[in-house]
């Protein structure tokens, strides 16, 4: 009788633990990747990436960190609430002519938390 209550437990305890998920915020993003196409040397470009908040938590971004010097980064501070948008504001320095790629890692408490926008185009 005891083996049997405690088998019992077991998969009540297990069937418990199954069902209850974990809130957590997730990223929808409008895109993740922006082609600037020609741009003039020696202005700086910029471009928003907005996102929503797909998940059950709030978004809290901890860093975006350019692949190089050449941009900067500045985004949402606050924590964005489910169902609230926020932005990712990507600028590149366009000093040297030719094509670029550039990456910015979003480092976040969401499903995925390291996640990579990019911004692309050439510089004339």
Known sequence: MNKVLNV???VVAFISLTAMSVA?????FEKETHDFGGIPQGTPVSHEFKFTNA???????????????????DFSKTPIKPGET???????NAAAKGPFTKSFTV???TKTPVKTLTVKGTVQ
């Open 8 to 10: 019992v437990a077991v």
């Open 107 to 109: 480092k976040s408490n």
């Open 55 to 73: 998940g059950d938590a709030p978004i809290i971004i901890s860093e975006v960190a350019p692949s190089c010097g050449c941009s900067v980064a």
């Open 86 to 92: 926020g932005t990712i504001k990507a600028t590149f």
């Open 24 to 28: 957590i915020g997730e990223f929808k």
